[in-house]
Protein backbone atom coordinates (compact mmCIF):
# COMPACT_ATOMS: atom_id res chain seq x y z
CA UNK A 1 0.00 0.00 0.00
CA UNK A 2 3.18 2.48 0.42
CA UNK A 3 4.53 1.94 -2.91
CA UNK A 4 1.16 2.56 -3.74
CA UNK A 5 0.62 5.89 -1.97
CA UNK A 6 4.63 6.80 -3.45
CA UNK A 7 3.39 6.34 -7.12
CA UNK A 8 0.57 8.35 -6.05
CA UNK A 9 2.26 11.24 -4.42
CA UNK A 10 4.85 11.52 -7.23
CA UNK A 11 1.97 11.54 -9.83
CA UNK A 12 0.49 14.81 -8.46
CA UNK A 13 3.63 16.44 -7.54
CA UNK A 14 4.48 15.98 -11.97
CA UNK A 15 0.58 16.90 -12.14
CA UNK A 16 1.07 20.09 -10.01
CA UNK A 17 4.16 21.07 -11.61
CA UNK A 18 2.43 21.11 -15.13
CA UNK A 19 0.26 23.98 -13.97
CA UNK A 20 3.01 25.95 -12.52
CA UNK A 21 3.44 28.13 -15.54
CA UNK A 22 -0.22 28.81 -15.99
CA UNK A 23 -1.11 29.10 -12.58
CA UNK A 24 1.52 32.37 -11.75
CA UNK A 25 1.00 33.83 -14.92
CA UNK A 26 -2.80 34.06 -14.45
CA UNK A 27 -2.66 35.98 -11.59
CA UNK A 28 -0.47 38.49 -12.71
CA UNK A 29 -2.48 40.50 -14.87
CA UNK A 30 -1.72 43.09 -11.68
CA UNK A 31 1.28 43.66 -10.24
CA UNK A 32 2.26 41.46 -7.45
CA UNK A 33 5.11 40.83 -5.05
CA UNK A 34 6.35 37.37 -4.29
CA UNK A 35 4.86 36.52 -0.76
CA UNK A 36 1.78 38.22 -1.88
CA UNK A 37 1.29 36.05 -4.92
CA UNK A 38 2.01 33.26 -2.68
CA UNK A 39 -0.87 34.40 -0.67
CA UNK A 40 -3.21 35.22 -3.27
CA UNK A 41 -2.56 31.28 -5.17
CA UNK A 42 -2.91 29.69 -1.73
CA UNK A 43 -6.66 31.13 -0.90
CA UNK A 44 -7.13 30.03 -4.60
CA UNK A 45 -6.48 26.39 -3.63
CA UNK A 46 -2.91 26.31 -5.81
CA UNK A 47 -0.30 26.38 -2.82
CA UNK A 48 2.97 26.61 -3.51
CA UNK A 49 6.11 26.53 -1.97
CA UNK A 50 8.69 30.38 -1.85
CA UNK A 51 11.61 28.38 -2.61
CA UNK A 52 9.53 27.01 -5.36
CA UNK A 53 8.09 30.46 -6.41
CA UNK A 54 10.57 32.74 -6.71
CA UNK A 55 13.25 30.87 -9.18
CA UNK A 56 10.51 30.33 -11.33
CA UNK A 57 9.52 34.09 -11.38
CA UNK A 58 13.12 34.43 -12.25
CA UNK A 59 13.20 32.40 -14.68
CA UNK A 60 9.82 33.62 -16.17
CA UNK A 61 11.38 37.15 -16.15
CA UNK A 62 14.35 35.88 -17.96
CA UNK A 63 12.05 34.18 -20.30
CA UNK A 64 10.87 37.89 -20.89
CA UNK A 65 7.05 36.68 -19.79
CA UNK A 66 7.31 39.03 -16.58
CA UNK A 67 8.46 42.55 -16.30
CA UNK A 68 9.67 42.98 -12.32
CA UNK A 69 9.93 46.48 -10.80
CA UNK A 70 11.21 47.63 -7.49
CA UNK A 71 9.26 49.46 -4.87
CA UNK A 72 11.05 51.18 -2.34
CA UNK A 73 8.48 53.54 -0.76
CA UNK A 74 8.16 51.44 2.01
CA UNK A 75 10.37 50.52 4.55
CA UNK A 76 11.07 47.52 3.01
CA UNK A 77 11.87 47.33 -1.01
CA UNK A 78 9.63 44.70 -2.25
CA UNK A 79 9.78 43.63 -6.04
CA UNK A 80 6.43 43.60 -7.93
CA UNK A 81 5.87 41.52 -10.95
CA UNK A 82 3.86 42.03 -13.81
CA UNK A 83 2.95 40.10 -17.34
CA UNK A 84 4.79 41.75 -20.30
CA UNK A 85 2.90 42.01 -23.05
CA UNK A 86 4.95 38.13 -24.26
CA UNK A 87 3.64 37.18 -20.90
CA UNK A 88 0.10 38.00 -21.82
CA UNK A 89 -0.18 36.63 -25.17
CA UNK A 90 1.57 32.98 -24.05
CA UNK A 91 -0.84 33.36 -21.19
CA UNK A 92 -3.63 33.75 -23.80
CA UNK A 93 -2.20 30.76 -25.93
CA UNK A 94 -1.15 28.60 -22.77
CA UNK A 95 -4.93 29.11 -21.33
CA UNK A 96 -6.57 28.18 -25.05
CA UNK A 97 -4.49 24.86 -25.12
CA UNK A 98 -5.35 24.23 -20.97
CA UNK A 99 -9.34 24.32 -21.90
CA UNK A 100 -8.82 22.23 -24.96
CA UNK A 101 -6.41 19.63 -23.15
CA UNK A 102 -9.05 19.51 -20.23
CA UNK A 103 -11.60 19.04 -22.68
CA UNK A 104 -9.90 16.22 -24.19
CA UNK A 105 -8.88 14.50 -20.77
CA UNK A 106 -12.64 14.77 -19.95
CA UNK A 107 -13.29 12.82 -22.99
CA UNK A 108 -11.07 10.19 -22.15
CA UNK A 109 -11.58 9.73 -18.60
CA UNK A 110 -15.65 9.78 -18.93
CA UNK A 111 -14.68 6.87 -21.66
CA UNK A 112 -13.24 4.75 -18.94
CA UNK A 113 -15.82 5.42 -16.21
CA UNK A 114 -16.79 2.60 -14.13
CA UNK A 115 -20.11 0.93 -15.40
CA UNK A 116 -21.10 -0.25 -11.92
CA UNK A 117 -20.47 2.96 -9.92
Do not use: C
Amino acid sequence: MNEEKDLLSGFMVELKRGTLVLSVLSQLSEAEYGYSLVQKLEEKGMAIEPGTLYPLMRRLEKQGLLISEWDTTESRPRKFYRLSPLGESVLQELTKEWFQWTHRMEKLLKEGEDPWT
